[in-house]
């Protein structure tokens, strides 16, 4: 696979407007509407070399869920706590209905 550099054809350490220079003229080498396939990878490499670690960023804000495991013995004791907490007699029951 190409790399940025690669597809606009400026070395790895070519200066912001060395890249957009070079993006234009591959544009005007490489028109949509011929080259549709080449102008689409010119564009995305322009784009990834513009952003620079931008994507980077964005991924540590990136929404994660959380993984833990819960222990089975704890969870165990907290079903008989609540059971024991929550537990009532059919005469508690009846007497709060009617």
Known sequence: MNSP??????PIDA?????KAAY???LRAFP???HPTEFKAIR???EALSK??????????KV?????????AVIESLKEDLIAHFSVSLED??????
């Open 5 to 10: 550099h690669e597809i606009l054809g400026i």
């Open 15 to 19: 200066s912001p407007a060395q890249a």
């Open 24 to 26: 234009h003229a591959k």
């Open 32 to 34: 949509a509407h011929t």
């Open 44 to 46: 995305s490499a322009y």
């Open 52 to 61: 620079g670690g931008q994507a980077d960023r964005e991924d540590f804000f």
């Open 64 to 72: 994660r869920p959380i993984e833990d495991r819960i222990e089975p």
């Open 93 to 98: 029951m009846l007497r709060n209905t009617f």
